[in-house]
């Protein structure tokens, strides 16, 4: 059931992606928007979370999440396929790509997951909204 929540939420983010562009890069640092536990059930205890990811890979979490690894991608039209290795064996899959709205507005996003967690970030400095309860 897990595996199918994740497929759903990166498929959904793949829909969510403006077509005809340049893949978005992951390098950057980004900051939590959303987090929930791989069945998407939210988690309001995870709301300080930064990930920064360098141009070469190298990967940080911290605040309410850390963890150090590698990040590698893969573009896949106009997204970024991503997989993300934090040391003590811990994997995330992922995505980035644009999130467009329908006012035309579109904006990054990166989305990792993996069966504890699925977690959605914004660039630093992008206004972070609360979703609807």
Do not use: H
């Amino acid at each position: 059931m897990r595996k199918v929540c994740m497929l759903f939420c990166l498929t959904a983010l793949l829909l969510l992606t403006a077509c005809g562009g340049r893949p978005v890069s992951e390098a950057g640092i980004w900051v939590l928007e959303s987090a929930a536990d791989g069945g998407g059930t939210p988690l309001p205890e995870i709301r300080d979370v930064t990930c920064t990811i360098e141009a070469g890979g190298a990967l940080t979490l911290s605040g309410d999440l850390t963890g150090e690894g590698s990040c590698s991608g893969q573009d896949v039209d106009d997204t970024r396929m991503l997989t993300v290795e934090l040391s003590g064996g811990v994997s995330f899959t992922g995505v980035c790509g644009l999130r467009t709205y329908d006012s035309g507005a579109s904006t990054p996003v990166l989305l990792l997951s993996n069966e504890d967690y699925i977690l959605s970030f914004l660039p630093q400095g992008t206004e972070v909204t609360s979703l609807p309860a």
